[in-house]
Structure formats: C-alpha cells, structure tokens
C-alpha cells in the first residue's frame, strides 16, 4: 500500500467540485486516509512549494495557492502516487487527456484544480507538511 499527498486547490473549491474529485479517487481505488479543509497562508504555501522559489511563477502559483480554501488529503492505494497523478492528468489543462480531472475541471496552467505528489520521497514530505501521524487513519 502506498500513500500520496492529494490538494484540491482554491479555483475547484470556488466551483463546488470537491465530491465530484474525491468520487474519482474512490472510483479508482484510492481509500481517503486523512482529509481536512484548511486556508493557505503566504508561509505555509510558500514552504510546500519551496523546490519551485526560484521559478517565475513562484509568486502568482503562492498567491493563487492562498486565494481561498484548500482541501489537503492522504490517499491511501496500490500504487497510489502514479494512479492520482495518471487521474490528475497534465499540469496544463489544455494539454490533459479527455475524461481527467484537470481536463474536466481545470481552466489554466495555475488554476489547476489538483495537486499530487510526483515521488515517493515527496509524498513522505508532504504528508507531513500537512498531517501528524495520528491524523491518518
Ligand atoms: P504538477 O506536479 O503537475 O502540479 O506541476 P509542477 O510541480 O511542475 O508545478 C506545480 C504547480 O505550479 C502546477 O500545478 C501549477 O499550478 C503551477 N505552475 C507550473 N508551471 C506554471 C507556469 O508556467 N505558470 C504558472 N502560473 N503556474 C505554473
């Protein structure tokens, strides 16, 4: 069993699209361990995107990212970082396949709906960014 950091970001929370996401992940095999709804601060979102501070967006992804509520889960599934990032789809929307979550619900390379870990090295970080160990059951 593998686990993975899921975010549904502030633009799929604004469009009333959280059950729809999370009916996908269960659909698929993923089992929700840990999930709660929380508000990014410039701190907190700029400490979980930290490997990107160099790039350009850095500054429009943290204020995006702080726009409005976040729902941070644990999904929890035989392969689980590679099924949520094969359902996620492409980060730019228009470049995602047909019938994934980014296609179906995303609007532009920011407003992106998801985010996913991409490793195993970073699903053990991010899990912890967000949950302590008695928060994922
Ligand atoms: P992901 O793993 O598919 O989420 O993509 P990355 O780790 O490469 O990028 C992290 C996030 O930064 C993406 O999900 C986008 O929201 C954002 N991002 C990536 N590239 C760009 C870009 O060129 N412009 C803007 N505004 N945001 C970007």
Do not use: C, W
């Amino acid at each position: 069993m593998e686990q993975t950091l899921s975010i549904i970001k502030p633009d799929a929370v604004k469009k009333g699209v959280i059950g729809k996401i999370i009916d996908r992940f269960e659909s698929n095999g993923l089992r929700i361990a840990a999930m709660k709804k929380i508000q990014l601060d410039d701190e907190k979102a700029g400490g979980f995107y930290a490997e990107h501070k160099e790039r350009p967006f850095f500054g429009e992804l943290v204020s995006f990212m702080t726009s409005g509520p976040v729902v941070v889960m644990v999904l929890e599934g035989e392969d689980a970082i590679m099924k949520n990032r094969n359902l996620m789809g492409a980060t730019n929307p228009k470049e995602a396949e047909a019938g994934t979550i980014r296609a179906d619900f995303a609007e532009s390379i920011d407003a992106n709906a998801v985010h996913g870990s991409d490793s195993a090295q970073s699903a053990e970080r991010e899990i912890k960014y967000f949950f302590s160990e008695n928060e994922v059951l």
